[in-house]
Protein backbone atom coordinates (compact mmCIF):
# COMPACT_ATOMS: atom_id res chain seq x y z
CA UNK A 1 0.00 0.00 0.00
CA UNK A 2 2.94 2.53 0.81
CA UNK A 3 4.42 2.26 -2.72
CA UNK A 4 1.06 3.43 -4.30
CA UNK A 5 0.55 6.15 -1.97
CA UNK A 6 4.28 7.38 -2.92
CA UNK A 7 3.32 6.68 -6.06
CA UNK A 8 0.20 8.86 -5.97
CA UNK A 9 1.41 11.86 -3.53
CA UNK A 10 5.47 12.02 -5.34
CA UNK A 11 5.70 10.55 -8.31
CA UNK A 12 2.73 11.63 -10.16
CA UNK A 13 2.71 15.14 -8.99
CA UNK A 14 6.13 15.71 -10.19
CA UNK A 15 5.38 14.28 -13.79
CA UNK A 16 2.35 16.30 -13.87
CA UNK A 17 4.35 19.59 -12.74
CA UNK A 18 7.05 18.53 -15.42
CA UNK A 19 4.23 18.06 -18.14
CA UNK A 20 2.45 21.06 -17.55
CA UNK A 21 5.68 23.32 -17.44
CA UNK A 22 6.66 21.72 -20.81
CA UNK A 23 3.07 22.62 -22.12
CA UNK A 24 3.85 25.91 -21.05
CA UNK A 25 6.67 26.71 -22.42
CA UNK A 26 5.30 25.88 -26.02
CA UNK A 27 2.29 27.22 -25.69
CA UNK A 28 2.56 29.88 -23.50
CA UNK A 29 1.59 30.29 -20.05
CA UNK A 30 -2.11 31.45 -20.21
CA UNK A 31 -3.17 29.11 -22.93
CA UNK A 32 -1.38 26.38 -20.50
CA UNK A 33 -3.90 28.10 -17.60
CA UNK A 34 -6.90 28.15 -19.92
CA UNK A 35 -6.63 24.27 -20.68
CA UNK A 36 -6.82 23.44 -17.26
CA UNK A 37 -9.26 25.64 -15.62
CA UNK A 38 -11.79 24.48 -19.02
CA UNK A 39 -10.92 20.48 -18.15
CA UNK A 40 -11.53 20.82 -14.77
CA UNK A 41 -14.79 22.54 -15.58
CA UNK A 42 -15.83 19.96 -18.14
CA UNK A 43 -14.62 17.16 -15.75
CA UNK A 44 -17.14 18.76 -13.03
CA UNK A 45 -19.70 18.69 -15.98
CA UNK A 46 -19.26 15.63 -17.36
CA UNK A 47 -18.51 13.90 -13.89
CA UNK A 48 -22.14 15.27 -12.41
CA UNK A 49 -23.74 14.02 -15.25
CA UNK A 50 -22.73 10.66 -15.71
CA UNK A 51 -22.95 10.39 -11.78
CA UNK A 52 -26.65 11.17 -12.05
CA UNK A 53 -26.84 8.88 -14.92
CA UNK A 54 -25.86 5.97 -13.15
CA UNK A 55 -27.98 6.74 -9.95
CA UNK A 56 -30.52 7.33 -12.19
CA UNK A 57 -30.08 3.72 -13.95
CA UNK A 58 -29.70 2.50 -10.20
CA UNK A 59 -32.95 3.66 -9.50
CA UNK A 60 -34.80 2.19 -12.29
CA UNK A 61 -32.97 -1.31 -11.60
CA UNK A 62 -34.21 -1.19 -8.21
CA UNK A 63 -37.70 -0.19 -8.91
CA UNK A 64 -38.12 -2.68 -11.35
CA UNK A 65 -37.03 -5.40 -9.04
CA UNK A 66 -33.43 -6.53 -10.59
CA UNK A 67 -30.10 -6.15 -10.27
CA UNK A 68 -28.91 -2.96 -11.04
CA UNK A 69 -26.10 -3.42 -14.37
CA UNK A 70 -23.73 -1.01 -13.26
CA UNK A 71 -22.56 -2.12 -9.89
CA UNK A 72 -20.96 -0.01 -6.71
CA UNK A 73 -17.42 -0.41 -8.74
CA UNK A 74 -19.11 1.51 -11.45
CA UNK A 75 -20.61 4.77 -8.95
CA UNK A 76 -16.79 4.70 -6.89
CA UNK A 77 -15.23 4.63 -10.94
CA UNK A 78 -17.56 7.95 -11.43
CA UNK A 79 -16.71 9.53 -8.63
CA UNK A 80 -12.91 9.07 -8.87
CA UNK A 81 -12.63 10.32 -12.47
CA UNK A 82 -14.69 13.06 -11.62
CA UNK A 83 -11.98 13.91 -8.98
CA UNK A 84 -9.16 13.25 -11.52
CA UNK A 85 -10.99 15.34 -14.12
CA UNK A 86 -11.47 18.32 -11.35
CA UNK A 87 -7.21 18.52 -10.72
CA UNK A 88 -4.96 20.16 -12.68
CA UNK A 89 -2.62 17.98 -14.72
CA UNK A 90 -2.93 15.82 -17.97
CA UNK A 91 -2.27 12.67 -16.64
CA UNK A 92 -4.52 12.72 -14.22
CA UNK A 93 -7.41 14.30 -17.02
CA UNK A 94 -6.75 11.51 -19.28
CA UNK A 95 -7.26 9.14 -17.16
CA UNK A 96 -10.70 10.60 -15.31
CA UNK A 97 -11.65 10.71 -19.07
CA UNK A 98 -10.97 6.86 -19.21
CA UNK A 99 -13.19 6.74 -16.13
CA UNK A 100 -16.17 8.44 -16.95
CA UNK A 101 -16.80 7.07 -20.60
CA UNK A 102 -19.01 4.27 -20.23
CA UNK A 103 -17.33 1.33 -22.16
CA UNK A 104 -13.98 2.14 -20.45
CA UNK A 105 -15.72 2.70 -17.33
CA UNK A 106 -17.22 -0.96 -17.66
CA UNK A 107 -13.99 -2.59 -18.49
CA UNK A 108 -12.30 -0.98 -15.42
CA UNK A 109 -15.14 -1.99 -13.30
CA UNK A 110 -14.72 -5.63 -14.41
CA UNK A 111 -11.30 -5.66 -13.89
CA UNK A 112 -11.90 -4.47 -10.39
CA UNK A 113 -14.55 -6.82 -9.72
CA UNK A 114 -12.03 -9.63 -10.59
CA UNK A 115 -9.20 -8.31 -8.34
CA UNK A 116 -11.98 -7.94 -5.78
CA UNK A 117 -13.81 -11.53 -6.04
CA UNK A 118 -9.91 -12.97 -6.57
CA UNK A 119 -8.41 -11.25 -3.07
CA UNK A 120 -11.80 -12.45 -1.54
CA UNK A 121 -11.51 -16.28 -2.61
CA UNK A 122 -7.88 -15.99 -1.74
CA UNK A 123 -9.10 -14.36 1.95
CA UNK A 124 -6.40 -11.38 1.39
CA UNK A 125 -9.32 -8.55 1.36
CA UNK A 126 -9.20 -6.54 4.25
CA UNK A 127 -12.14 -4.25 4.98
CA UNK A 128 -11.78 -1.06 7.49
CA UNK A 129 -14.80 0.67 8.36
CA UNK A 130 -15.16 3.91 10.47
CA UNK A 131 -17.81 5.23 12.48
CA UNK A 132 -18.15 8.81 13.46
CA UNK A 133 -19.60 10.08 16.91
CA UNK A 134 -23.05 11.52 15.91
CA UNK A 135 -24.23 8.79 14.07
CA UNK A 136 -22.38 5.86 15.02
CA UNK A 137 -24.73 3.95 15.91
CA UNK A 138 -26.86 3.69 11.83
CA UNK A 139 -30.22 6.18 11.99
CA UNK A 140 -29.90 9.49 13.91
CA UNK A 141 -33.34 9.73 14.31
CA UNK A 142 -33.96 6.60 16.34
CA UNK A 143 -33.32 5.97 19.97
CA UNK A 144 -30.01 4.54 21.21
CA UNK A 145 -29.66 2.38 24.26
CA UNK A 146 -26.57 4.29 26.19
CA UNK A 147 -24.01 2.22 28.65
CA UNK A 148 -26.32 1.19 32.00
CA UNK A 149 -25.91 3.55 34.70
CA UNK A 150 -25.15 1.22 37.66
CA UNK A 151 -26.95 2.55 40.80
CA UNK A 152 -25.24 1.61 44.69
CA UNK A 153 -28.52 0.20 46.69
CA UNK A 154 -28.91 0.99 49.96
CA UNK A 155 -27.30 -2.61 50.92
CA UNK A 156 -24.29 -2.55 48.34
CA UNK A 157 -25.67 -4.16 45.86
CA UNK A 158 -25.66 -2.45 42.26
CA UNK A 159 -28.89 -2.01 39.88
CA UNK A 160 -28.15 -1.89 36.36
CA UNK A 161 -30.55 0.47 34.24
CA UNK A 162 -30.62 0.99 30.44
CA UNK A 163 -31.69 4.65 29.02
CA UNK A 164 -32.89 5.79 25.78
CA UNK A 165 -31.17 9.10 25.19
Do not use: C, H
Not at 135 to 142: C, K, L, Q, S, T
Amino acid sequence: MFKYLLLAFIVVPFIELYLLLAIGREVGFWPTVAVVLFTSMVGAWLARKEGLRVLRRWQESLAQGRTPDEGLVGGVLVLAGGVLLVLPGVITDVIGLFLLFPPTRRLVAALVRRRLERRMAEGTLRVTTFQSAPFAGGNPFEPRVSRPRIQQGPGNETDAEFTEE
